[in-house]
Nanobody, 124 residues
């Protein structure tokens, strides 16, 4: 098991930006894909973005494409989610997760390490 620690959630106005981070203090990191998912109140957890081990060819859910950007810094053992043009419907707990392989997908079953989540609330 790899510990993943999210941070950077908060309250933001509609249309504003926010950046969340997910750090892995120990264990495997640079050779594994990472993903961001989110869970809104009363809803299932949904895929947001997947970033492969080398940060190339990141994939996004249609609902965030063009607004969110996932990046990673393997030297710092951290993955980031830059969220721009935020909407009320982006309000959710955001989780990062680590895959068993270098390239992950959109299914939760592909990820075996999860962080505790960070709350993002978009409201005026």
């Amino acid at each position: 098991q790899v510990l993943l620690v999210e941070s950077g959630g908060g309250l933001v106005d509609p249309g504003g930006p926010l950046r969340s981070s997910c750090a892995a203090p120990g264990g495997t990191f640079g050779t594994r894909a990472l993903a961001w998912s989110r869970q809104a109140p009363g809803k299932d957890r949904d895929f947001v973005a997947e970033i492969p081990w080398n940060g190339v060819s990141t994939t996004y859910a249609d609902s965030v494409k063009g607004r969110f950007t996932a990046t990673r810094d393997n030297a710092k053992r951290t993955v980031y989610l830059q969220m721009n043009s935020l909407k009320a419907e982006d309000t959710a707990v955001y989780y990062c997760a680590m895959s068993r392989t270098a390239r992950g997908g959109q299914q939760e079953s592909e990820y075996n390490n999860w962080g505790q989540g960070t709350q993002v609330t978009v409201s005026s």
